[in-house]
Antibody
């Protein structure tokens, strides 16, 4: 049974750096073809893909946010970490992590709401 | 503005069929068979309904089907049911080795 859960601050101030952790079980990020991605959704708006890390440490980022994002993995801890710098109120959103094997997200975490406000 | 274009809303009566389109370019939808569709109910995480254009994950009813023609992918729901009322998002792999989502479509079951 594959499960994922996001954790991190619920409130960050503008200009701060956001660090989110995705802790998962039921699969290994050292298995060929497996990846974990991050997706966000501002309140009332559409999904937005942010980043993806593969079993071989290949990393992909949204072109529009690439300069602000870093994704890393700790295979031994079954965790993936996403950092986003220079947070702004427009970054207020629910942030999801999800499992992928076929360039689609088949298992999702419950999401975590991050509010950016001073 | 999303890279993939979906209608903002569609509606249908119970038992009817509806189709949601997802239009991209030859650099995404038209270039790869990695189009997927997600269903999202209010306050819930998205659920994968279709992957690789037309494949259904285990447990997804066969009322849901996917197809693609050129740069446009489509999700068809036949035999519409009340519980199908939700937001639907398409997603595609791109020539930049990234992923992208559509703007979402709100399905109303009348």
């Amino acid at each position: 049974q594959i499960t994922l859960k996001e954790s991190g601050p619920t409130l960050v101030k503008p200009t701060q750096t956001l660090t989110l952790t995705c802790t998962f079980s039921g699969f290994s990020l050292s298995t060929s073809g497996v990846g974990v991605g991050w997706i966000r959704q501002p309140p009332g708006k559409a999904l937005e893909w942010l980043a993806l890390i593969y079993w071989d440490d290949d990393k992909r980022y949204s072109p529009s946010l690439k300069s602000r994002l870093t994704i890393t993995k700790d295979t031994s801890k079954n965790q993936v970490v996403l950092t986003m710098t220079n947070m702004d109120p427009v970054d207020t959103a629910t942030y999801y992590c999800a499992h992928t094997e076929l360039l689609c997200f088949d298992y999702w975490g419950q999401g975590t709401l991050v509010t950016v406000s001073s | 503005q999303s890279a993939l274009t979906q209608p903002a809303s569609v509606s249908g009566s119970p038992g009817q069929s509806i189709t949601i389109s997802c239009t991209g370019t030859s650099s995404d939808v038209g270039g790869y068979n990695y189009v997927s569709w997600y269903q999202q109910h209010p306050g819930k995480a998205p659920k994968l309904m279709i992957y690789e254009v037309s494949n259904r994950p285990s447990g997804v009813p066969d009322r849901f089907s996917g197809s693609k023609s050129g740069n446009t992918a489509s999700l068809t729901i036949s035999g519409l049911q009340a519980e199908d009322e939700a937001d639907y998002y398409c997603s595609s792999y791109t020539s930049s080795s990234t992923l992208e989502f559509g703007g979402g479509t709100k399905l109303t079951v009348l």
